[in-house]
């Protein structure tokens, strides 16, 4: 299955950065690229546990949802994603906020698996762990720019 671990640096406190990572209207702002749109569940401000959202996007030249749902929280050190309906067989999200000197570290580390047995996997080798991890890099700039400027307060005020 394959794994993907992804550190950032945001000179922000881990309680800013922990909202953040949860609001709705933050994430459409960092892939617009993709057209993300949340179209069910918690569609707007930030989302908590036991909640979920249905995000439909392009993604690979193709219209696709998904709906994840927050199973585990413990505030602001940490939160999970897990997919329920959507194109993979398994998707699992888990963002860590650790507070170090001068900010917090945000820790990603996620988990999927996709359909179609070995043409799948070759599929993952070749392209599809490496679109994913630059869609959390672009997600974790934004995050981080919002952070780390007066931005935030926009969406957290």
């Known amino acids: 299955m394959p794994k ?13 950065v922990f909202d953040l990572t949860r609001n ?10 993709t057209n993300e749109e949340a179209i069910a569940g918690v569609t707007s401000g930030p989302i908590g546990l036991d909640e979920t959202v249905t995000w439909r996007a392009r993604h690979i030249g193709k219209n696709r949802t ?31 906020f650790k507070p170090i000197e001068n900010g917090t570290l945000m820790i990603d580390m996620l988990e999927f698996k996709t359909p179609y047995g070995v043409i799948g996997s ?5 392209y599809l762990t490496g679109y994913l991890e630059k ?12 952070a780390e400027t007066e931005k935030w307060r926009a969406l957290l005020m």
Do not use: C, W
Not at 11 to 16: K, L, M, Y
Not at 24 to 33: A, D, F, P, Q, V
Not at 135 to 146: A, I, T
């Open 122 to 126: 070759i599929f993952n080798r070749l």
């Open 135 to 146: 869609f959390l890099v672009q997600r974790n700039l934004v995050v981080k720019q919002y």
């Open 66 to 96: 998904m709906q994840v749902k927050i199973t585990k929280m413990e505030s602001p050190k940490s939160f999970t994603d897990e997919q329920l309906k959507g194109d993979f067989v398994y998707f699992r999200h888990e963002h860590h």
């Open 4 to 16: 993907i671990h992804l550190t950032t640096f945001i000179a922000a406190p881990p309680e800013r």
């Open 24 to 33: 709705i209207g933050l994430h459409k702002i960092s892939l617009k690229n």
